[in-house]
């Protein structure tokens, strides 16, 4: 798995993302495609990949594994914070 199969979803518009991860699976040819969100995005995350399941590549793609953990760094102010993440890993269907 290389990182070339990741998308990281962030402000762009939403639509995006979902032509992304679809070109991942149609053009590239990829057998897998990470869906990586951290914060006030993985809500975004979780909508790109159900939208992708459900009605650009209905019954050809699945959800393999989801993995939620926390990543902690510094602000810009100094401050200790802890932030939330996810990575929903969609293969094809076989």
Known sequence: MTADNSMFIGGKPFMNYVT?????FTTKGADEVIVKARGKFISRAVDVVEVVR????????????????????????????????VEITLSKIK
């Not at 992304?20 to 991942?24: A, D, E, I, S």
């Open 20 to 24: 992304g991860v679809v070109m991942q």
């Open 54 to 85: 459900k009605r650009f590549l209905k019954d050809s793609v699945e959800i393999k594994t989801i993995n939620i953990d926390s990543e902690e760094f510094k602000n810009k102010e100094g401050k200790d914070v802890r932030v939330s993440t």
